[in-house]
């Protein structure tokens, strides 16, 4: 340490002068990249979030509203007949043959369906539950006799 206060005693004030100054533009450039540039950096990621996020609210809103509209148009539509032939007509649109069916009251029905793909199950439950509004309250399936076919129970029930 004594050799470095040596060597600054014996340098030039000009020389003292440009090691203070480069000193301390040294510093200024340490303290902003250890601790402004990564603030930086963060505040500019949050932005970018916060962008996004609007975008996808805005797209949230803009389905939702369309949601609303042909939800309208649906619920018309879906209650039109009972849910007996609903039932029926959209599970032979999907290919499936019911082994039995039970109505029970005009909103409630339970169904048997045997050695039925299970790929056209599902695209007939799906299509029972958002186009007709028919929620299923009860499901039991089983796998069937070859590949991809199931047997099940279901209880449907429509509002």
């Known amino acids: 340490m004594n050799e470095i206060k040596e060597w600054w005693d014996q340098a030039s004030t000009r020389d003292q002068i440009a090691l203070v100054i480069c000193g301390a533009v040294l510093g200024v450039y340490i303290l902003y990249a250890a601790l402004l540039k990564p603030v930086i950096n963060m505040r500019d990621q949050q932005l970018q979030k916060n962008i996004s996020q609007q975008q ?45 069916m039970q109505p029970s009251g005009n909103n409630d029905v339970r169904l048997r369906l045997e050695q039925v793909p299970f790929d056209n199950l599902l695209g007939w439950l799906y299509q029972i539950e958002v186009t007709q509004r028919i929620q299923v309250k009860d499901i039991s399936i089983a796998t069937g006799s070859s590949t991809g076919l199931v047997s099940a129970n279901l209880r449907l029930h429509r509002d």
């Open 56 to 100: 996808a609210l805005e797209r949230v809103r803009d389905l939702a509203a369309t949601w609303v509209h042909q939800g309208s148009n649906k619920k018309a539509s879906a209650n039109k007949g009972s849910i007996v032939e609903l039932v029926d007509s959209s599970s032979r649109q999907h290919n499936l043959k019911l082994a039995g």
